[in-house]
């Protein structure tokens, strides 16, 4: 596609691209969305700069590339049930989103699209980072692949939201995630999905399962779907395959959890990190 209304720069590393010419405050034309999109499928994530938006700007422009979803574990901004706050205060230690993974891989329809809006960061720190997990599958030997395409995960919410998840303890201790289904008990819930998904737009194959997100491989023990699990996050995060992108208010991501995998680093002790952050309704991985 020759993009005739938006910039694409491809610069900022091997994974996404940052789009210009374009204010997301406003209404956009069939045009533009079409050409975001476009760049969208082809980079896998997209990031924009110096947007100043509101909640609601914010959900519509989301709403441009589908029907938005509702997070079960966070309790939304007020009049936006679909945008949530991702606030990890100064005193805090632990970080939402602190591990490689793609957003609640856990659903039985996980979202396609995720869409993070920073609205405080740090001065330093608080980047995240990018990984593509098509070129990863991509680079893995035939072999490899051919196992690796008959394996099915058992995906769960369990390890970070159930009983004894480490974010459950924070949840827990403010009173976050009861008013839309997040319990602990709702986290202990499995599915299946396939280890290597097929994206449902483009038909490239890409690793999807990960540690925090896939308790075992369908008839293994935890321990050898560990092993794996480890083998596969190691691959994947290799710098060949990994942008960073440091934030600044006024930025906004908007990646395709079907392909990319993400990092929210936790290297800003003693500073406020305060986001806002949206997801796409997608469909059952095969
Ligand atoms: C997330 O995992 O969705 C949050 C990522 C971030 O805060 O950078």
Redesign the pocket.
């Known amino acids: 596609m020759r993009y005739e209304k938006i910039t694409v720069d491809t610069s900022i590393g091997p994974v996404g691209a940052v789009i210009g010419g374009v204010d997301l405050s406003h209404e956009l034309s069939e045009q533009v969305i079409q050409e975001i999109h476009h760049a969208w499928l082809q980079h896998h994530v997209v990031f924009f700069r110096n947007q100043p938006l509101s909640p609601q700007q914010q959900a519509d422009f989301s709403a441009c590339f589908g029907e938005l979803d509702v997070y079960p574990f966070m309790q939304p901004v007020d009049g936006h049930p679909n945008v949530i706050p991702?606030i990890k205060e100064a005193s805090a230690k632990l970080n939402?989103?602190g591990a490689w993974h793609t957003?609640t891989s856990y659903k039985q329809l996980p979202p396609k699209a995720?869409v993070?809006y920073a609205l405080e960061v740090p001065e330093k720190g608080g980047d995240?980072l990018f990984a593509d997990a098509t070129f990863a599958y991509e680079s893995l030997s035939m072999g490899l692949r051919a196992c690796l395409e008959g394996l099915t995960g058992i995906y769960s919410a369990k390890m970070v939201h159930g009983i004894d998840g480490g974010y459950n303890q924070v949840a827990a201790k403010k009173g976050l995630g009861k008013a839309y289904g997040g319990s602990a008990e709702f986290a202990e819930l499995e599915v299946e999905h396939p280890l290597i998904r097929t994206h449902a737009e483009t038909g490239r194959k890409s690793i999807y399962c990960s540690k925090p997100h896939t308790h075992r491989i369908k008839g293994w023990t935890r321990e050898e779907s560990l092993a794996l699990f480890g083998f596969l996050t190691q691959h994947l995060t290799q710098q060949t395959f990994v942008t960073r992108f440091k934030w600044a208010p006024g930025s906004l991501a908007m990646w395709d959890n079907r392909c990319v995998f993400?990092h929210?680093l936790n290297d800003y002790q003693g500073k406020r990190r305060h986001?806002n952050?949206v997801i796409v309704k997608g469909e059952k991985p095969v």
Do not use: K, N, Y
Request: charged share 20%; net charge neutral.
């Open positions: 991702i939402f989103g957003d995720t993070l995240t993400h929210a986001m952050r």
